[in-house]
């Protein structure tokens, strides 16, 4: 037993057997902790950017439609109508020449939230997204993105 034991360290000497020692595994996850702990914050700031970036665009697709619903109809919907006016004819509004976005569904925000046609305080019309948390305010990305038609 003893002479296996022997036999079996001769042919493995330490120096020579291979693999990572425990510090530099432990050396390599802290890199690797550090460089994720860096990284990680400006990657999540970059997605909420974006989200918003991408309702503004969504919003401007939207006004361009009621354009076109202005065009055809004469006047914007009414905010009892509201954006479905886009998808489906309202009563009374002749010339009405749509549908005026495509699908079947109304818009939403880049966070699931319907986006809301309502009048502005300064007159005039707006759409609305109140942002990440879907209620009105809010500080950072759970402002309130407004634009207006004019």
């Not at 886009?86 to 569904?105: E, I």
């Amino acid at each position: 037993m003893v002479q296996r034991r022997r036999q079996y360290r001769e042919s493995y000497p330490q120096s020579n057997r291979p693999g990572w020692t425990l510090v530099e595994l432990l050396v390599a996850l802290a890199i690797i902790g550090l460089v994720a702990g860096l990284v990680a914050p400006q990657v999540l700031r970059y997605l909420g950017t974006a989200k918003v970036t991408a309702t503004q665009t969504q919003m401007a697709n939207i006004a361009s439609a009621l354009d076109l619903y202005y065009l055809d109809v004469g006047s914007y919907p009414s905010e009892e109508a509201g954006l479905a006016a886009l998808l489906s004819a309202p009563p009374g509004a002749s010339g009405w020449n749509g549908p005026y976005l495509k699908g079947d569904a109304l818009a939403k925000d880049a966070w699931g939230h319907q986006l809301e046609f309502e009048a502005a305080p300064e007159g005039g019309l707006s759409i609305v997204s109140f942002g990440r948390d879907g209620k009105p305010d809010g500080i950072g990305l759970d402002q309130d993105i407004r634009r207006k038609i004019e």
